[in-house]
């Protein structure tokens, strides 16, 4: 009896250890119209609402934390629902179905979209990211408007850029995602823009929705220099498993040579023809970044998906692919390719 207790403890602490931290974020659920956008999050049965989640700095955005996940694969459906009213689970049909793993030493932010798709991004715990957003205070409304005033009084781009930087640069300052975000977009200059973004990483409050800076940008090859920053700063996005330590991503030069030759092309049929030819390559393979890249060059719905699926084969973290989802427009390529990936070997 004494060894069976000792072993149920040893179980419920095992269980404890090994719980990861899972951010949902309602992302636009808030809207100036007066009709709120409100989601239905369940995972694993356990339901939960946008309208009950905690309004952040950005009041588009809701988001809740949950530590009662332990390792391994979790099943999340989403549904679109009412403020105030309850999903039931029998008769409610789900805008979106998914399953995701939890690995040891790895959080996940799972980011539910306006338009119902859902993004999912590993980092490492909080442990290996101290220092950045642990303890830190946001500026406040007041603060954040008065420096946005004063930015926005400077006449010149040089003087907006310069302020920007300063504020970035002061010890004194923390700054959410979103704060630094709306800062950095009154620069029109896109390589400028890059810049501080990142010079406002070490004073970001949530680092865990940084990623979201990626749509500040519209030149493809901003948006890959954006994402690579962030890969670096969380090594845990874009983890290959030692299943797959011997696929080598194209390199950085070679990879440029092929976008560039992709986008002179006035056709689309011709941009996913040189991509088709790079992914039946069977001596190239791709970072889930680069892959993004690609994808975000071709404008059909039907031509992305069919690259996508080539892609997954030739991708070096076949175990992250989901994270593509958001790239497309329609829920209906996304389970396309989720069930592509659950029923075929990479």
Do not use: C
């Not at 930015?151 to 704060?179: E, G, H, M, P, R």
């Not at 080539?310 to 396309?336: E, G, I, M």
């Amino acid at each position: 009896m004494k060894t069976l207790l000792f072993a149920a403890i040893a179980l419920l602490i095992s269980a404890a250890v090994e719980a990861q931290s899972v951010t949902i974020r309602f992302e636009g659920t808030n809207s100036s119209t007066g009709n709120p956008l409100h989601f239905a999050a369940e995972v694993d049965g356990t339901i939960y609402y946008s309208y009950n989640a905690d309004l952040t700095q950005n009041s588009r955005v809701r988001q809740l934390v949950t530590k009662n996940l332990n390792l391994g694969n979790h099943r999340i459906a989403v549904y679109e629902v009412d403020e105030n009213s309850v999903v039931n689970t029998s008769t409610n049909v789900p805008v979106y179905n998914n399953t995701f793993q939890l690995r040891n030493g790895y959080d996940m932010v799972i980011a539910i979209r306006r338009n119902g798709q859902v993004a999912f991004t590993e980092k490492k715990s909080t442990t290996s990211t101290a220092g950045i957003g642990t303890g830190r205070t946001a500026m406040s409304s007041t603060e954040y408007d008065k420096l946005m005033q004063s930015v926005k009084s400077k006449w010149s781009q040089t003087s907006k850029y310069n302020a920007i930087k300063s504020a970035f640069n002061n010890k004194a300052y923390y700054f959410t995602t979103d704060q630094a975000g709306e800062l950095t977009l009154l620069v029109t200059s896109e390589p400028k823009r890059l810049e501080l973004i990142k010079l406002s990483y070490p004073r970001i409050t949530d680092p865990e929705s940084f990623p979201d800076v990626v749509e500040l940008f519209s030149s493809p090859a901003n948006k890959d220099n954006i994402q690579k920053f962030i890969d670096s700063k969380n090594p845990g996005t874009n983890t290959t498993t030692e299943q797959y330590v011997n696929r080598i991503p194209m390199s950085d030069s070679d990879f440029d040579k092929l976008q560039t030759k992709a986008s002179l092309h006035f056709r689309q049929s011709s941009v996913v023809r040189d991509i088709r030819e790079a992914l039946n390559n069977k001596n190239n393979y791709f970072t889930i970044v680069q892959i993004r890249t690609l994808l975000s060059m071709v404008s059909t719905e039907s031509d992305k998906l069919a690259l996508a699926k080539l892609a997954y084969h030739r991708t070096t973290d076949p175990n992250n692919f989901n994270q593509l989802f958001d790239v497309f427009a329609s829920q209906s390529s996304v389970d396309n390719l989720n069930n592509y990936i659950r029923t075929t070997r990479s």
